[in-house]
């Protein structure tokens, strides 16, 4: 009996031993590692696709919709693109396209847009685009002109009509409708047009500038004319003086000889007028003038 309880408590004793040496083989538990850290992506800037949350990236939906090829093309070389995504991001007011199709662009003369200065291709662009959002209902109470972002004014005119199913756009040189609303929330609203709207600034030529007023010539003085011999007025006029002198001599030679004769008894008296001899010869009552 004690040597089976001895033989018990035995292998009891080895049991625990080779327990305890099998704890001690094995290896240590791994210690908790820390989350890695990882770096964010840098965030987008407007050149690229990706676009901030909220931000509408125009020519992405341009390129959707499709048939705008060449306003997307415009918008890229003049860096309007870009100018549009900052108005989006930075402005409250929203904006309003209209975006000329492909069939539009192709309606101008040919080589109409290689002629234009990359200015003139910026001012086209920004004829294209008004600086507030307008919803189809409010193209009926917008004021004319609108303003774009070529500017205002006689050379930049832009005016709508609203009619129950259309809506009108015409610049002076472009008369064209609404033909659908490609994109619209409530800050950016996009709408087809058949037409490109050609400002009068560019495409209208300007008008020559009024001719300088000349000052109105002063008036001579009238000239008194000279009295020469060779002029036929002046003959008469020398003649006329000559027939008065003459008369006046001769009413003043027979006034007198009147008084003469009243004073001096004499039948006859010769007096010379102008180089000639009159004779006055007194017979009676009577008197003879004779020259």
């Not at 004793?13 to 850290?37: G, I, K, R």
């Not at 709508?160 to 015409?170: A, D, E, L």
């Not at 064209?176 to 087809?192: E, H, M, P």
């Not at 500038?209 to 002029?231: F, G, H, L, M, Q």
Request: glycine residues 6%; neutral net charge.
């Amino acid at each position: 009996m004690k040597q089976q309880y001895f033989l018990s408590s035995f292998s009891m004793f080895l049991l625990f031993l080779h327990c305890t040496n099998t704890f001690a083989q094995s290896p240590a538990a791994a210690p908790t590692q820390a989350p890695a850290v990882v770096a964010s992506p840098p965030a987008a800037t407007p050149t690229q696709a990706a676009a901030p949350h909220g931000i509408t990236n125009v020519t992405k939906i341009l390129e959707k919709a499709g048939h705008f090829t060449i306003f997307i093309r415009l918008l890229r070389s003049t860096q309007e693109e870009n100018h549009l995504f900052s108005a989006l991001n930075d402005s409250s007011a929203g904006l309003t396209i209209f975006a000329p199709t492909d069939n539009a662009f192709s309606e101008l003369k040919s080589g109409t847009l290689n002629t234009l200065s990359d200015g003139d291709k910026s001012e086209l662009v920004k004829f294209h685009v008004v600086p507030t959002f307008l919803s189809t209902s409010q193209f009926q109470t917008v004021s004319n002109p609108l303003g774009t972002w070529a500017g205002t004014g006689n050379r930049l005119p832009l005016n709508v009509t609203s009619y129950p199913n259309s809506v009108n756009i015409t610049t002076g040189l472009t008369n064209t409708s609404l033909s659908g609303a490609v994109y619209t929330d409530n800050q950016l609203a996009i709408y087809k047009i058949e037409k490109v709207l050609l400002p009068k600034d560019i495409f209208a030529p300007n008008a020559p500038a009024p001719a300088p007023v000349a000052p109105a010539p002063e008036k001579p003085a009238k000239a008194v004319p000279s009295v020469t011999a060779e002029s036929p007025a002046a003959s008469v006029d020398i003649s006329s003086a000559r027939s008065f002198t003459r008369n006046l001599v001769v009413g003043s030679a027979g006034l007198l000889v009147s008084a003469m004769f009243s004073l001096i008894p004499l039948k006859m008296i010769s007096v010379y007028v102008f180089g000639k001899l009159l004779s006055v010869e007194i017979v009676g009552n009577e008197q003879d003038l004779r020259g």
